[in-house]
């Protein structure tokens, strides 16, 4: 059928295609992000049109090609009517291949799909970087649907085969011989399937990284079935022009609202950044229009208020008090002094000066959300719960960053991630120079003897740098396998007992780093059970450790009689809500992956709990410096928490600020600062860099941060903000980061 025919042609359908589409995307994104305005709903409408208009072109050149000017639907259309009208024939031959191609068609893709899931799953596990697991997710999905093609064939090639035979069983031919009968299997049989892999799988679903591929794949194919049908029922003659002219009138309206945006519309901003599809094409568009290359553009709410100077864009760091507006925020940044480090307060007199032995435990991925002792409805805790009695207990503790690679460091050194030195390379993590300095280190040339102890190598030999200054490494722990979890407190514990008790001439700093709580989750033998899901497993896991910490807890006490300082406390948190649904940690910088316990325990100091100062992992470094008048001339950022160990003071609103600094960017020529945030003891202000978004919390009426606040409380955003970026202008050195991506190096 040619283009000026009554059906249309190969573009005629493309077309109608594409405006479906369209419409599909627009309305299907209002599902995961809602419109701050008409004017931002309108052209988040435009951005989906430009994606619509190549496929457009490409899709009918490919079918005019392929199929010449005949409409494609058409000629689908006539083969699927051939086959029903052998069915309606009551031709029980017929009916049966068609049956037999649909279970096998149904059954070669619940098999891909199955075999794409749990690959994708072990893939999310196992591999450290993002981008890789999005790309090796892509290959294993690809990878199962192509193996399933050859199972699909060889279903055919047998019902073709049985299907002569078949129907001279009468069984078969009565039912086979009813024109619907294949049609409800095959409806039975597809909808059975969904329902038990959602039942299956429906974790997985709710935490699937394809929100995106779905939602263009899934408008798609239902965008080709509805334009199939409307180009082929339309049959006057200048189909195509017409809907060419919708589809040019809805591009014109739409980009007129767009180009009429704010270049500071920072709503309209989140909601391109948030809305799946639309994302994807306004970061194309931002890369064309960017002209400075720093990123950003200015026209389409992009942020940019110096389109032409690459050194003035949103993430640039703004210099307080040079009458520049760096980062494009309502203008210079005001001065604002912040107080820095001190480990030097007086300790009480009767507090032994000399050098005590140092216990430092800590747990990977413990949160303290997950404690009993903080309310916790789940007894998992119960020795810890009792041990702590005796110590001084930090009720807000956070940790630096959200994983171990971006908050161990910044614990051993008392400095913020992106100040740490770190050797050029692309592996992850990057080695961390002997230029810094480490309280181990400190320690170990104090005279002390340095013990670690941890049941992987990760720290030892995939994290290089971060054990300089112990003196022995143990990583006698059985390895984690992601068919099961290896649970190895117990053994842990025996090692450090054995430590604590060796006769030794110099005290003793020992660290031991317990494995159990972090993914992926398994239920321990003997432990609790509270369910099967992840933070019941979870549950399991600290509980499961709880029960093999007391003899090493004990040994402190009975050994170190004279003094000691004992320190417990976790490299990050865990977190299970809907944020967090897919990964537990590591990619955020909200409050329940970075809130953990802390605890010093010393039979010299009196033990209390600590309710209102917010304190970071940062601070043990001075406080052991202070506790134990180390000779140290390092500049730090955390302070000694010695005034809250011994006395009634508080700093209700002390600020501690977070960073999470992917250092291996830079090589990349990305922007490594991800995100950074303040807080004090009530409210989190974070700023996304990567997304380039703002928000505010009540962290402590709102621990899982679900409401933001910055829009409905813009004056005390603008309150933090200034903080933040005061603190982020006087930490972080933005130049360097650029210098060594523009060389290909990598480090601070």
Known sequence: MREGGTRGGPYSAALATGVVWGLLLWIGERLFASPPSVSAAMASGFFLLIMVWPFIVLTGLFWQVTLGLDNPYHILAGGLRRHFNNLLQKNPEAGFRLTNALFWGGFSLALATFGAVTMCRSIAIEVVRPEY??????????????????????????????????????????????????????????????????????????????????????????????????????????????????????????????????????????????????????????????????????????????????????LAVDIPGNGIDEDCVGGDLDFLALEGGRWDYPTPSDFPRGKLPVVLITVDALSANHLHMNGYPRPTT?????????????????????????????????????????????????????????????????????????????????????????????TKGASRSTKQAVHSAGK??????????????????????????????????????????????????????????????????????????????????????????????????HTPVLHIPLMVCSNHIPPRRVTETTVTLLDIFPTLANLLALDTSVALEGTSLVPLLFGPLEWPRRLIFHQFYLAEKISQGADPLYAVSVRDGRYDYIWNRKKNDYSLYDWEADPFEETDLSDNSPELASHYDGILKNWLARVYDQSESEAAGDDGSSGP
């Open 382 to 474: 119960p020795n810890l719960d009792e041990f702590s009695k005796g110590c001084v207990v930090f009720d807000k503790a956070f940790s630096q960053g959200p994983s171990t690679r971006l908050s161990l460091g910044a614990l051993l050194g008392g400095v913020y991630d992106s100040q740490l030195a770190r050797t050029p390379g692309h592996q992850v993590p990057l080695r961390l120079e002997g230029e810094n300095i480490f309280f181990s280190e400190v320690l170990d040339e104090a005279g002390y003897d340095t013990v670690f102890i941890s049941p992987t190598s990760y720290m030892h030999r995939r994290f290089k740098g971060l054990l300089q200054g112990f003196d022995t490494v143990q």
């Open 492 to 589: 842990l514990t025996e090692l450090a007992v054995d430590e604590v008790r060796r006769e030794r001439s110099n005290p003793l700093f020992l660290w031991v780093h317990y494995w159990d709580a972090h993914p992926p989750f398994a239920q321990p033998e003997g432990a609790p059970v509270f369910g099967t899901g992840k933070k019941d497993l979870y549950d399991a896991e600290v509980a499961s450790w709880d029960s093999h910490i007391t003899p090493l807890l004990d040994e402190v006490s009975k050994q170190f009689k004279d003094g000691y300082v004992l320190i417990i406390t976790a490299d990050h948190g865990s977190a299970f809500d809907s944020r967090h649904a897919r990964r537990t940690h590591g990619y955020d910088l």
């Open 133 to 314: 697991q999005g790309i090796l997710s892509v290959g294993a999905t690809v990878g199962a649907f192509v193996l399933s093609i050859p199972v699909f064939v060889f279903g055919l090639a047998l019902g073709r085969k049985v299907a002569p035979q078949a129907k001279r069983i009468p069984v078969v031919r009565a039912c086979f011989g009813r024109p619907m009968w294949p049609l409800l299997a095959a409806l039975v049989v597809s909808l059975g399937g969904v329902v038990l892999f959602v039942l299956k799988f429906h974790a997985e679903i709710a935490a699937s990284p394809w929100q995106v591929p779905a939602l263009l794949l899934g408008s798609l194919l239902l965008a080709m079935f509805i334009g199939g049908l409307v180009s082929t029922l339309l049959r006057f003659r200048f189909v195509g022009a017409a809907f060419a002219l919708v589809l040019l009138a809805l591009t014109l309206v739409t980009m007129l609202e767009a180009v009429g945006l704010d270049p500071g519309d920072r709503l309209a901003r989140r909601l391109f950044r948030a809305a799946p599809a639309t994302s994807l094409a306004y970061s194309l568009v931002e890369k064309t229009l960017d002209r400075d290359g720093d990123g950003f553009m200015q026209a389409f709410a992009g942020g940019d208020c110096a389109p032409d100077d690459g050194t003035i864009f949103p």
